[in-house]
């Protein structure tokens, strides 16, 4: 296959990526507002999309890695694969600029993505803080009771009751 040929294919690969990175990078951003909404449905739906679309960007990454082998061979890359930026800086003049727009494209993205990723990171932990923190809260007020008030509260909930709304 020649160089303009294998520079198109891994092009259109990486053209094709580029809407799926978009579509991630939303939804990473509305993982955040339903994990600080406590909106469980709304995040297993955000995480099932989300498997969807990293299986199709995986599809395609499989593509792109297979398109930079072949282009890296065929254009002497005697150290290996070579990098998106090195293959830009190699293939003819004719085929740059469109590769090297998918290259920038691409890599705004995932810079955006790699700090959605962060901030919901701190969200979650923040929210896993605050259900210790309730757990424990628990724990300490609701006594593991040996008997139980026909209201089926635990014998001594009076006390604890009156404890609570003291503050």
């Known amino acids: 296959m020649r160089i303009e040929e294998t520079t198109l294919s891994l092009v259109l690969v990486l053209e094709d990526m580029v ?26 739906r955000n995480l099932n999309e989300k498997g969807s679309l990293l299986g199709r960007i995986g599809q395609l990454d499989r593509k792109r890695s297979e398109a930079v082998v072949v282009l890296s061979r065929a254009l002497g890359g ?61 724990r300490r007020y609701v006594p593991m009771a040996s008997s139980y008030r026909k209201d089926g509260l635990p014998e001594g909930m009076g006390q604890i009751r009156r404890t609570l709304a003291k503050g």
């Not at 809407?19 to 297993?44: A, F, K, N, S």
């Not at 293939?91 to 990723?117: D, F, K």
């Open 19 to 44: 809407p799926l990175y978009q579509q991630l990078l939303g939804l990473l951003m509305r993982e955040r507002e339903v994990i600080v909404g406590d909106d469980v449905d709304g995040l297993t």
């Open 78 to 138: 005697s150290e290996g694969q070579l990098s998106l930026r090195q293959l830009v800086e190699r293939v003819p003049a004719h085929c740059r600029n469109r590769l090297m727009s998918c290259q920038y494209a691409l890599e705004g993205l995932i810079r955006g993505i790699a700090s959605t990723n962060q901030v919901n990171g701190v969200v979650i932990d923040r929210s896993l803080q605050r259900v210790g923190g309730l757990l424990n809260l628990v």
